[in-house]
C-alpha cells in the first residue's frame, strides 16, 4: 500500500472531486485515478462512488480515510521532530484553545513565540476543551490550552499548569436573579450549560463542590458566544471566567452574581500528548505560555 495513493484517496475525500483532488495533488486526473484504483484492487473492495456532485467515499473507504490521514499527520509529525532535533526549527504548530486562552494567552505567546521562531507556522483552533482533548488524542492538535480536568488518564499527557481561573456566575444585566445571595438561590433560574451533554459542565461541578443538586441544563451551547447571546438577551444564568466577564465589552451587558460560595476555581492549563511532548517546538512553545502566564498573574491578580 503505496503513501502516495493513501494520499490520493484522502484528497479526493476531502475535496469531493477527482478533478479537484488532482490539482490539489498536483497530478494529471488519471493519474490520480489509477492510483485510487491500486488501492481498490488490492483491497478487493470499492472506496470512492461517483455522485451527481462528485465522489463520495463508500463505509470501506471512510474507514481507511482515517487510519491514513492519523498516519500521515503521524509521518509529517516525525519528519518536522527529526528537523527540530537536528535545529532546523521550521514546520507547524497546531494549537487548540477555549476563548479564555485565546483572550488571555495566545496573543502574548505567539509574539514572543513568533519572534523567536519565525519560520515555525502557528494555527489556532478555538473550541470547548471536551472537543480539543479528542483532537489531540487523534493529533489533530499538539497543544490544548483550557481548563485542566479533575481526571485524566495516568501518563496520557504531559500537563503544565499555567495558572488559577475563577468561573463566575453571571446574568444579563438588570435581570432581578443579580440579586441572589447564595447558589440554592439559583437553583430554579434556567441555567446554560456549555458541554457536550446536559450531564457535564461547569455549572453542575459548581454545586456539586457545594454538596447541592445541580440544576437542570435550560440550554446546552458550545460555545461562549453561544453562551453569551442566550444569556444577554434573556433571564438565563451562565458561568463565564471572571476575565471574560469584566471584559469591558461583555460588562456593558452582564452583572456577575456575588453569591457567598464564591467563583468556581479552576486552573488554566496545557496538555500535550506525551509523545509530541518531544518535539522541541512544542517544549518552547509550553515556556513562551509560562511566561505569559507569569506577566499576567502579576498585571491581573483577578477575583
Known amino acids: 500500500m503505496k503513501l502516495t495513493s493513501l494520499r490520493a484517496l484522502i484528497a479526493a475525500i476531502e475535496e469531493g472531486s477527482l478533478r479537484s483532488a488532482a490539482r490539489r495533488l498536483g497530478v494529471s486526473q488519471p493519474a490520480l485515478t489509477k492510483l485510487i484504483r491500486e488501492l481498490e484492487r488490492e483491497l478487493s473492495t470499492t472506496l470512492l462512488v461517483r455522485s451527481t456532485t462528485g465522489v463520495l467515499a463508500t463505509a470501506q473507504g471512510m474507514v481507511l ?3 491514513a490521514t492519523a498516519a500521515d499527520r503521524e509521518l509529517a509529525h516525525a519528519v518536522e521532530q527529526i528537523q527540530q532535533l537536528g535545529g532546523r526549527m521550521t514546520g507547524s504548530l497546531t494549537i487548540g484553545a477555549v476563548p479564555l486562552a485565546v483572550m488571555l494567552l495566545v496573543p502574548e505567546t505567539l509574539r514572543t513565540f513568533g519572534h523567536e521562531f519565525p519560520d515555525i ?3 489556532i483552533i ?3 476543551y471536551i472537543a480539543q482533548l479528542t483532537r489531540l488524542r487523534k493529533g489533530e492538535v499538539d497543544i490544548a490550552l483550557g481548563p485542566l480536568p479533575d481526571q485524566l488518564p495516568h501518563g496520557e499527557f504531559e500537563v503544565e499548569t499555567l495558572m488559577p481561573i475563577a468561573m463566575v456566575i453571571v446574568v ?3 435581570n432581578p436573579l443579580a440579586q441572589a445571595r447564595h447558589l440554592a438561590d439559583l437553583a430554579d433560574a434556567r441555567w446554560v450549560y456549555t458541554g457536550a451533554t446536559p450531564d457535564s459542565g461547569y455549572a453542575r461541578t459548581l454545586y456539586e463542590r457545594h454538596g447541592l443538586k445541580a440544576p437542570p441544563a435550560g440550554a446546552l451551547v458550545n460555545s461562549t458566544l453561544g453562551l453569551l447571546s442566550i444569556i444577554t438577551s434573556g433571564n438565563c444564568v451562565g458561568l463565564l471566567p471572571y476575565q471574560i466577564a469584566t471584559n469591558p465589552f461583555a460588562a456593558m451587558y452582564l452583572d456577575i452574581v456575588p453569591v457567598a460560595e464564591g467563583p468556581l476555581k479552576l486552573s488554566l492549563g496545557a496538555l500535550a500528548r506525551s509523545d509530541a511532548a518531544l518535539k522541541p517546538a512544542v517544549r518552547h512553545f509550553m515556556a513562551h505560555l509560562h511566561r505569559a502566564a507569569h506577566h499576567l498573574r ?3 491578580p483577578g477575583p
Open 298 to 300: 502579576q498585571a491581573s
Open 65 to 67: 480515510y482515517e487510519r
Open 172 to 174: 444579563r444585566k438588570g
Open 121 to 123: 507556522q502557528l494555527r
Open 126 to 128: 478555538e473550541e470547548l
